[in-house]
């Protein structure tokens, strides 16, 4: 509980900093005066610019840090992540094409995502199932996989066309100029998909266990992982839709959260969720802050961060599985 507390109090301070900091800066009694009563000019600048961003922020790490734990229960592996095996790259392959043909199809970009992460978990996990989802041979597979979705992706850049140009600005990895069509999208799917997520937390602790063990405890394994699975891709899918690719929170989350309360998921689910959205809003505050009036996307945060977590986590299951 005291790790519930302390995280929520970091996430309120961070809310707060991020929406006082920035090229227009205002007090939190400001802040909280102007949302209150509309008037102040500046407060609403910040509504209109900066809310939107800090609330995609928060529900796009959740999304992320929540569907890496659930992959890593239906795989019974500590590296899967939907950035890193392909999943984000596949659903934002799947955005590029369905807004291209699509235009006026925004709202349900998130669902066309979900068919191309979809396609990239089946890829990943059907190919890895042989080797016992040894993780290596995963994170393996799943690199070859993000390669193939993310070259179809970037080849769209070539294509020199209106359309390619907006829609890169809605798929780009960088979290600027979000407005509130942004946040009620994600705040449906995403929402849907966090919902779910806590009700099968019972279903994840069984998962860990021998799947005999499971069998006998009355969970059908494969129809469960299956609805994990799913639950998982809509997450991963819809934060790719909004917020663009990034990589790791779905890594670093659920090992750090597993420190802190353990591996009993009806506390995990909402701890990560809670931690993945604090961690994407530092990252994304640091990006529009440490160089401003220049941003650094927070993906490329996440990238410097997570890198080295994942050669950490890699060379530990080296030695453990006695490589």
Known sequence: MCSFVAI???LIGVV???AMTGSLKVGAVQLIQGLWS???AQVNVVRDLRLPRIIVALIAGAALAVAGVLLQAVMKNPLA???VIGISSGAALISLIAVTVFPALYFWMPAFSFLGGALAWAMVYGFSWKSGLNPVRLILIGV???AIFSGLGQSFNYRGSYAVTSINQVTTS???MKKWVDVEVI???GGIGLILALLVGTWCNYLSLQEKTARNLGLHVTRARLIISVIAVILASSATAIAGVIVFIGLLIPHIARQLVGSDHRWLIPFCALSGGLLLLVADTLGRTLLAPQEIPASIIMAIIGGPFLIFL???SDRIHGH
């Open 314 to 316: 890699i060379r530990r």
């Open 174 to 176: 960088t979290l600027s």
């Open 38 to 40: 509309g008037t102040d």
């Open 81 to 83: 992540d939907s950035g």
């Open 16 to 18: 707060l900093f991020s």
């Open 187 to 189: 705040l449906w799917y």
């Open 144 to 146: 070859a996989v993000n």
């Open 8 to 10: 929520g109090l970091l």
